[in-house]
């Protein structure tokens, strides 16, 4: 069962302030990485992917990944209210009969506070 | 541009109802299509995927089934609900394996 832990919640930070979130996952052959938005009884929105080890960066979202130390994260930097939403990780699944699914963190619930 | 929907949007029905839940993807064609269930505070749980007509993957055992009659529905259904189908219902698809997937808007579905 491949598993994907994001950092307990919830996470609270002040207006203007850089929020970061973290995930782990345990498929070492992963090669796609997602982070998803989702507020408070809506769907998950797709904010920021990563195939490559390094930083990308998509205005005040900057997503990380580190492939030998199975770890990604997401910065989103000068966080505002409107922020305030459950952020979910997600790994694509290879190999096997598993190959091609996405697994999800448990999320982690972000609020912003002015 | 692609764009996915279904519905309905809410949906309460009594214990040992039938139930169908339907999903349609606009704007590309051969996609690969996802349902997934979200009980109240916790994580996305997939059900059923699907990579062309007729093909459907279970991946958990329950009393849903799910069909793709066409290259861009997909349908949820069930025979007779349980207490424990309660839960927010979640249609997905992508284009390519290693792409994003993109979410409907979702079905909040409540069981009386």
């Known amino acids: 069962q491949k598993e994907v832990e994001q950092n307990s919640g919830p996470l609270s930070v002040p207006e203007g302030a850089i929020a970061s979130l973290n995930c782990t996952y345990s498929?070492?052959?992963?090669?796609?990485f997602f982070w998803y938005r989702q507020y408070s009884g809506k769907s998950p929105e797709l904010i920021m992917f990563?195939?490559?080890?390094g930083d990308k960066e998509d205005g005040r979202f900057t997503a990380q990944l580190n492939k030998a130390s199975q770890y990604v994260s997401l910065l989103i930097r000068d966080s505002q209210p409107s922020d305030s939403a459950t952020y979910l990780c997600?790994?694509?699944?290879?190999?096997?009969?598993?190959?091609?699914?996405?697994?999800f963190g448990q999320g982690t619930i972000l609020t912003v506070h002015p | 541009s692609q764009t996915i929907h279904q519905w309905p949007a809410t949906l309460v029905q009594p214990v040992g109802s039938p139930l169908s839940l339907e999903c349609t993807v606009e704007?590309?064609?051969?996609?690969?299509l996802y349902w997934y269930r979200q009980a109240a505070g916790r994580g996305l749980q997939l059900l059923f995927y699907?990579?062309?007509?007729?093909?459907i993957s279970s991946e958990v055992p329950q009393n849903l089934s799910a069909s793709r009659p066409q290259d861009r529905q997909f349908i949820l259904s069930s025979k007779k609900l349980l207490l424990s189908d309660s839960g927010f219902y979640l249609c997905?698809?992508?284009?390519?394996?290693?792409?994003?997937?993109?979410f409907g808007d979702g079905t909040r579905l409540s069981i009386l």
């Open positions: 997600a790994v694509n699944e290879v190999g096997g009969t598993s190959y091609g699914k996405l697994t």
């Open positions: 990563i195939y490559s080890n």
């Open positions: 699907s990579v062309g007509i007729g093909q």
């Open positions: 704007g590309t064609s051969n996609p690969n």
């Open positions: 997905a698809w992508r284009k390519q394996v290693n792409q994003p997937q993109h």
């Open positions: 498929d070492r052959g992963s090669q796609s």
